[in-house]
Nanobody
């Protein structure tokens, strides 16, 4: 499977960005999909996950109400709509796929199996 993330950029505090992750070789609606991020000098952390099987979602507490993960089945793409961005959201964002159907909360402390290259998101104050 290949995962290609795009949509990152530079935005001011309070702005919005939409990240896309196009998958080839797998149908995203059949797997758990997620977004993770790595801020400068920090470990990679979980951001959001969605079950392709039933559409359930799960979020990092600090992004709840601001970020929305979804699947575009027609484009075989996972999206992350990020609103009300703050400087603390600055990081390289990675999309990921897992063929093991763990409960989505599992990924808050564990990584998925397949990863794409990241896309940089920078939020200026």
């Amino acid at each position: 499977v290949q995962l290609q993330a795009s949509g990152g950029g530079l935005v001011q505090t309070g702005g919005s960005l939409r990240l896309s992750c196009e998958a080839s070789g797998r149908t995203v609606s059949k797997y758990n999909m997620g977004w993770f991020r790595r801020a400068p000098g920090k470990e990679r952390e979980f951001v959001a996950a969605i079950s392709g099987n039933n559409g359930n979602t799960y979020y990092l507490d600090s992004v709840k109400g601001r970020f929305t993960i979804s699947i575009d089945n027609a484009k075989n793409t996972v999206l992350l709509q990020m609103d009300s961005l703050i400087p603390e959201d600055t990081a390289v964002y990675y999309c990921a796929l897992d063929s093991s159907f763990y409960s989505l909360s599992f990924y808050s402390h564990n990584e998925m199996k397949n990863w794409g290259k990241g896309t940089q998101v920078t939020v200026s104050s």
